[in-house]
C-alpha cells in the first residue's frame, strides 16, 4: 500500500522561503511526482511536476521562485518555494504517479504567506 505524506508548511512573510517535502512509501514504482495547490473557493492547480527522467513543468505563476526537485533513491519529492507571495497561500498536495497507473495524493499542507 503507498503513503505519501507531506511536510514543510507553515506560515511565512512575504519574500519568505519555505521547503515542502513529499515522502512515498511502500516502494512505488514512480512515473512522476508533482505539487498542486487548492486555494480557499478555487480549483485545484498545479505548480510543478517532475519525472523520473527529470522532466520538469512549472505552471507560470511560480516559474523563477519554485523549484521541484526529486531524490529517487528516498522516493521523496521537495519543492523549494522562495519569494513568495500572499497570492501562494493555499494548501499544498503532492502527487504521486506510478505503474501500474495510479495517482496517490497526500493529506495536503497548509502554506499561509502574509503580507
Known amino acids: 500500500q503507498v503513503q505519501v505524506v507531506e511536510s514543510g508548511g507553515g506560515l511565512v512573510q512575504a519574500g519568505g522561503s519555505l521547503r515542502l517535502s513529499c515522502a512515498a512509501s511502500g516502494s512505488p514504482i514512480i512515473t512522476k511526482s508533482g505539487w498542486y495547490r487548492q486555494a480557499p473557493g478555487k480549483q485545484r492547480e498545479l505548480?510543478?511536476?517532475?519525472t523520473t527522467a527529470g522532466t520538469i513543468v512549472y505552471s507560470e505563476s511560480v516559474k523563477s521562485r519554485f523549484t521541484i526537485s526529486r531524490d529517487n533513491a528516498k522516493n521523496t519529492v521537495y519543492?523549494?518555494?522562495n519569494s513568495l507571495?500572499?497570492?501562494?497561500?493555499?494548501?499544498?498536495?503532492c502527487n504521486i504517479r506510478t505503474i501500474p497507473f495510479r495517482d496517490y495524493w497526500g493529506q495536503g499542507t497548509q502554506v499561509t504567506v502574509s503580507s
Open 79 to 81: 519543492l523549494q518555494m
Open 85 to 93: 507571495k500572499p497570492e501562494d497561500t493555499a494548501v499544498y498536495y
Open 47 to 50: 505548480v510543478a511536476t517532475i
